[in-house]
């Protein structure tokens, strides 16, 4: 079996983030780009399956050659190749995921791992939108994953619980926190990546169908207000919840 797992690369959570001179991106300088974290767990995954299952497991990533340095990790971490599908320019949710579809099509993986959200734009959308464009079912949100034989069950997260799904391969799974404890890699194995030739291909040229404006920062928070320290000032507060924070 062929099991493809998607990564993308990001910034760091703990970044402190600057837009750029055009207004449209981020400013890259001093910036440290990881793996996307939702990405780590679908990774454990793709490893986790292949251990009890057998097959082959393949990274796939979109992007600059940057994207290498994750692509190495999923390597360190245990994946057995890696593709690149370089192309450094805008592209919006479809347009990857008409990228990476082609690519799985390509490779024949019957089971994609996907974190189930960048943490650079966070819509959310792409793994979904590639399980529709290959034709494979999808359970998104995912925090267990097992597989026997064709059939496969998740539990996912919704909203006020939780909930029991199952489906057939070939199928895309979309990974939240919570599914696995995904491994460090080995000295053995980040010295083993570094030997490890990643592919590089060209997608198909981008077509997009939404473009980024403008970006801004949020509005700073306005200074706080002490109305005192008893009870007296109660109806004030109250007041001020109502008429001018719209909160109750």
């Known amino acids: 079996m062929k099991i493809a797992v998607c990564v993308s690369h990001v910034p760091d959570t703990a970044a402190k983030i600057n837009i750029g001179s055009d207004g449209k991106t981020i400013d890259p300088n001093g910036v440290t780009y990881v793996v996307n974290p939702y990405d780590e767990f679908a990774i454990e995954e793709a490893l986790k399956t292949k251990e009890k299952l057998g097959g082959e497991t393949v990274a796939i990533s979109l992007g600059s050659d940057a994207n290498k340095e994750t692509l190495r990790k999923a390597l360190a971490m245990g994946i057995d190749n890696a593709v690149l599908l370089k192309d450094g320019g805008y592209r919006d949710s479809l347009s990857v995921a008409k990228a990476l579809a082609d690519e799985i099509k390509a490779q ?42 064709n059939k496969i069950t998740c539990e996912r997260e919704i909203e006020g619980g939780k909930e029991i799904v199952e489906t057939t391969l070939p199928a895309l799974i979309t990974a939240q926190k919570g599914l696995n404890e995904p491994r460090y890699a080995s000295l053995k194995g980040i010295m083993a990546a570094k030997k490890k030739e990643i592919a590089e291909k060209s997608p198909a040229a981008a077509t997009n169908f939404t473009e980024v404006i403008a970006m801004k920062r949020p509005p700073s928070k306005q200074a706080g207000k002490i109305l005192g320290s008893d009870a007296t000032v109660v109806p004030e507060l109250v007041r001020l919840l109502r008429e001018e924070a719209k909160v109750i």
């Open 108 to 149: 024949g993986a019957e089971l994609v791992f996907f974190g189930k959200q960048s943490v650079d734009y966070d819509n959310s959308a792409v793994g979904q939108i590639t399980a529709e464009l290959l034709g494979y079912n999808c359970v998104s949100v995912a925090v267990s994953f097992a597989l026997d034989g």
